[in-house]
């Protein structure tokens, strides 16, 4: 567990437990007087469901008590579930199993907080609105930036101006095609589902179409992560090491590290790692074509170096927002924004 002892972080009223639940990871802070405490960690719904309550329970008997929560729900994707509402609702039983005496507060895609009881009514105004959340927080700040969050496993891209949220998407699908949910991340990503080829001894050789390595692992070799903020899994269940990241990365192209040398892998790993930061300014001009933005870009999350880096290549000013600069706030950011949006409305 981190902790942010900052004003930025700190609770006038009682505490209050911000989550985000992911398809892949859960997160959660708990906002009080005495400033930020966050807690990540790995979850695979789509193979631990029936575990969910019960992990939920744990992580909130280590962040403490706090009579109200707020929470922002992604895992309803997961395949896990025939559809986003049997997701929803099975997330809904699972908070309600976990958290008997908090009141639950359930964050939407109009902005507001909704009692579990609407939520199940409603399941598509509350599926995936964690991206808004964060971004009502940085309009705060910043009244006209490009907002880039960008996670473990997908990328928003969100236009601000004014103060206001300029997205055109709401739903997953309509973002996707809008160009402000981009499916790509700092560390879950398969290679094979990145680059169809890569630079080799003179020439291009196609990738095997196998889960052999991540993002995380170019990352991890290339020194954009550290070991220590490795917190996906692997492709191969060996530990997020440069040694074993040279492995898997080798093995993408069906070698090893007795046919290939470390030079040679590190090539690769620079080249995915271009085409990657490639893809994510393609998606940040396909958003400014369409909304003028005269402000930075504000990059946010596990991969906001990669946010920096795509900002850079456009010829963009780039910042960190203050409220999310710190590096536990900013992985956990759809989480720290519900509790302090939720903060502010106070448990009654």
Not at 232 to 239: K, L, T
């Amino acid at each position: 567990m981190t902790r942010e002892p900052d004003s930025h972080y700190s609770s006038g009223n009682e505490a209050v437990i911000g989550w985000d639940i992911g398809g892949a990871n859960l997160k959660a802070v708990r906002l009080s007087r005495e400033g930020l405490q966050v807690v990540q960690q790995p979850f695979a719904v789509w193979q631990r469901r029936d575990e969910l309550a019960e992990a939920l329970a744990r992580i909130a008997a280590e962040l403490g008590p706090a009579p109200c929560a707020a929470v922002t729900i992604t895992a309803e994707l997961s395949d896990a579930f025939r559809t986003k509402r049997d997701g929803i609702t099975f997330i809904l039983d699972a908070l309600q199993s976990a958290l008997p005496e908090t009141e639950l507060k359930i964050f939407g895609l109009d902005g507001k907080f909704h009692h579990p009881a609407k939520a199940y009514q409603q399941p598509m105004l509350v599926a995936a609105a964690n991206w808004l959340a964060t971004a009502l927080l940085v309009a705060r700040d910043l009244a006209d930036c490009l907002l880039v969050d960008i996670g473990s496993t997908t990328t928003d891209i969100t236009p601000i101006g004014g103060g206001k949220v300029l997205a055109e998407g709401r739903n997953d699908p309509e973002r996707l095609v809008r160009g402000e949910l981009l499916y790509t991340g700092a560390s879950r990503t398969p290679i094979c589902a990145l680059v169809q080829r890569v630079p080799l001894w003179g020439g291009w050789c196609p990738v095997a179409a196998e889960l052999f390595a991540t993002t995380q692992d170019a990352h991890l070799l290339l020194g954009h992560l550290p070991a220590e903020q490795c917190a996906s899994p692997s492709a191969d269940g060996r530990p997020a090491t440069p040694e074993y990241a040279l492995e898997r990365l080798a093995r993408v192209v069906c070698a090893d590290t007795e046919l290939l040398s470390q030079a040679e892998v590190q090539a690769i790993a620079q080249y995915i790692a271009n085409e990657q930061i490639h893809q994510i300014a393609g998606a940040m001009t396909q958003v400014l074509s369409r909304v003028k933005v005269v402000g930075p870009v504000a990059a946010v999350g596990a991969g906001a170096f990669l946010a920096e880096a795509a900002a850079a290549r456009l010829g963009l000013d780039y910042l960190r927002p203050a409220t999310l600069a710190r590096g536990a706030a900013s992985v956990a950011a759809p989480a720290v924004a519900v509790a302090l949006l939720l903060n502010e409305e106070a448990c009654v």
